[in-house]
């Protein structure tokens, strides 16, 4: 048996938000936290950020769990140089404590080793989530709408039956569908778009968010916008009218508010439609089948495309408590680290 730690912090650093979840010996969450920080605006904050996350808890005798998507940030040159800055900003920031990185083969390493092979360690947070999943469904698909992606994964045996290990693999074999709840961008939805009784192409420009149609069809509340509007406007049903009037070069003295419901409705059922596209792929292999464990901030979003590609729905609540529910992939990185210290030959 390795070391014995008093607690477990887990990480899932992204592009837009990091993450951090703490959970004791017995995998109870102590506390979590997140933090919307763009990384490629001043990826040097990145030491103040993990501080700052941490900043109310005890670190004595801590272990952290290391997950990213933060890699692949254009502020980096390569994935290699992102996966190197993150890992380099946690071994500064946090000396002396057991920092270990979970790898895209599922294997626990630490940093200083991860350093030496950065590629393996790209874009993994995924993985202790869906490990977590698959504890508890056996066989089934997990799918999980984030605000940026969604995640499509085969679960067989409770063990993760998926065909791509990297991101470039994975939206190859539709384990990986790059639409999200939020930052989307409606033009790579749409080329034209329903506007009273005709159809209007759409501008493209960075005008609009995905976030924008469900703040106006008040499927989302403001609080969950977790992004920096385009135009850096108000959040709240008329800012997201206002850049979606601009998807068809108008603007709000133009078109009233309701005027866009169609148009964003439109919007929502061709992102739902690239899921059910990517379900359907996934489930065409042999072996794969529901049901379906649907998480995420797009969780409405990922139900219907599971019902629409003849999935049953499980219920999540049983495998996901609400304590965890907001930062599920740093709270799983924790406890699949956890696992792995108390017993790394059965991890």
Not at 16 to 43: H, N
Not at 275 to 298: E, F, M, N, R, W
Request: proline share 5%.
């Amino acid at each position: 048996m390795l070391k014995t730690y008093d607690v477990i912090v887990g990480w899932d650093i992204g592009g837009v938000q990091s993450k951090y979840a703490c959970i004791s010996g017995d995998f109870a969450l102590l506390s979590s936290k997140d933090m919307t920080f763009e990384i490629w605006r001043d990826p040097n904050k990145l030491s103040t950020v993990l501080e700052y996350l941490v900043s109310d808890i005890s670190l004595s005798n801590t272990a952290m769990a290391i997950t990213m998507t933060a890699e692949l940030s254009d502020c980096f040159a390569t994935k290699a140089e992102g996966v190197r800055f993150v890992l380099d900003a946690f071994i500064n920031t946090f000396p002396g404590i057991q920092l270990m990185c979970l790898g895209t083969d599922e294997r626990w390493v630490p940093a200083e080793k991860a350093m030496g092979d950065p590629i393996n360690f790209a874009a993994t947070n995924w993985i202790a989530a869906a490990r977590e999943i698959a504890r508890s469904i056996g066989d089934g698909i997990w799918i999980d709408v984030g605000s940026t992606t969604t995640d499509i994964i085969p679960i067989k045996e409770n063990a993760l039956y998926v065909r791509g290990r990297n991101d470039t693999d994975r939206l190859r074999f539709g384990e990986l569908v790059y639409t999200g709840l939020i930052r989307s961008n409606p033009n790579a939805l749409a080329s034209r778009l329903p506007f009273r009784g005709d159809w209007y192409r759409t501008s493209n420009e960075y005008f609009a968010v995905m976030g924008d149609c469900y703040l106006l069809l008040g499927e989302i509340d403001p609080k969950d916008y977790s992004c920096t509007p385009p135009d850096s406007g108000s959040v709240n049903a008329e800012g997201a009218a206002r850049r979606l009037a601009r998807l068809i070069c108008a603007d709000a003295s133009l078109i009233k508010p309701e005027d866009l419901l169609p148009l964003a409705g439109y919007l929502r059922e061709r992102q739902i439609g690239l899921i059910v596209d990517a379900l359907y792929q996934v489930c065409s292999q042999p072996h794969v089948k529901g049901p379906a464990a649907v998480t995420g901030a797009g969780q409405s979003l990922g139900i219907q495309a599971a019902l629409r590609a003849n999935l049953s729905i499980l219920n999540t609540e049983a495998i996901i408590p609400d304590v965890v529910k907001k930062h599920f992939p740093a709270y799983a990185a924790a406890k699949d680290l956890a696992i792995y210290l108390s017993c790394p030959s059965k991890s």
